[in-house]
């Protein structure tokens, strides 16, 4: 999928999604935040209450580790597949780690601005831990230069009523790569006290800067691949869904398995550098909190 499913990978769940692609972040932050929203209301249930604590003064960990299956870059006919560590620290309204709003941030800080019942609104800034696309990932980009890691800083909002999660997210990268934005669904079943389900459609978004950086072809790419320039422009770049499972093994200990599918739109979907219109990612993990 695209930049954003990064801030939702799974119930509980938050992990390095720095190892992503772009194409693959988006999704991964929407389930993770959504993820730990839900294991938090888990834990403040079990503490007797039925109305999460937003900010509490409590430090909490999260470590674990993971293997993800996902496409290489944007549009990739070619996949990847490793093993991902799983870290994340909270204190308050702050967090470090795997950044749980992920407005298409992989691992860094952040802050919440707003935490209750019912509204989530966050701030986050974070980076690339690999490169979003290297000429190396498929022989159709050999002599086009990699796309550079690079800083990227996001708004991600979500509202949580009884079943139903509505969330949005907004990012902006450096080194060209632009602006992202999101918004999906998620309907959650609780099918058993300690296992959870969840399953939900997202839609991205990109501007110019990043349609162009991740799907078009200047002149000297152009000269190189032997084919007219190719102009890429703002628009619906994604559209697909998700589903994620959650089960509680013990207090402390969880296990997850994440998986969701993407259709590029648009001009990203007819991109010369686009091999495979369909965005998967397969992930599954497992995690302990303290």
Do not use: C
Request: charge should be positive.
């Amino acid at each position: 999928m695209h930049p954003f499913p990064l801030r939702r990978i799974a119930l509980g769940l938050i992990f390095p999604l720095a190892t992503l692609t772009p194409s693959t972040r988006s999704t991964a932050a929407q389930k993770s935040a959504d993820a730990n929203n839900v294991q938090s209301a888990a834990a403040d249930s079990n503490d007797g209450s039925s109305v999460p604590d937003p900010f509490s003064d409590k430090w909490k960990f999260q470590l674990g580790a993971g293997v993800i299956n996902a496409a290489r870059y944007p549009g990739s006919r070619f996949d990847f597949t490793r093993g991902l560590p799983i870290v994340s620290i909270s204190y308050d309204r702050y967090f470090i780690g795997g950044v749980p709003g992920g407005g298409g941030a992989p691992a860094g800080i952040g802050a919440y601005l707003l935490r209750t019942e019912h509204w989530v609104v966050g701030l986050d800034v974070g980076g690339d831990a690999r490169k979003p696309r290297r000429a190396s990932d498929d022989p159709i980009l050999r002599g086009w230069g990699d796309i550079p890691g690079t800083a990227r800083g996001g708004m991600f909002a979500s509202y949580n009523m009884d079943w139903l999660s509505v969330h949005g997210a907004v990012s902006v990268a450096g080194h060209n790569e632009g602006v992202l934005a999101s918004l999906g669904a998620d309907a959650t079943y609780h099918a058993t006290q300690r296992l959870t389900l969840s399953i939900g459609p997202e839609v991205t978004w990109g501007n110019n800067q990043y349609a162009m950086t991740f799907f078009g072809l200047d002149a000297a790419q152009s000269q190189i691949a032997g084919i007219a320039p190719y102009r890429a422009r703002s628009g619906i770049n994604s559209v697909g869904g998700a589903a994620t499972a959650s089960y509680m093994l013990t207090e402390h200990w969880s296990l997850a398995a994440h998986v969701s599918y993407g259709r590029l739109q648009g001009d990203a979907a007819n991109s010369p550098v686009t091999t495979d219109k369909t965005q998967r990612v397969y992930g599954a993990f497992v995690m302990y909190r303290f």
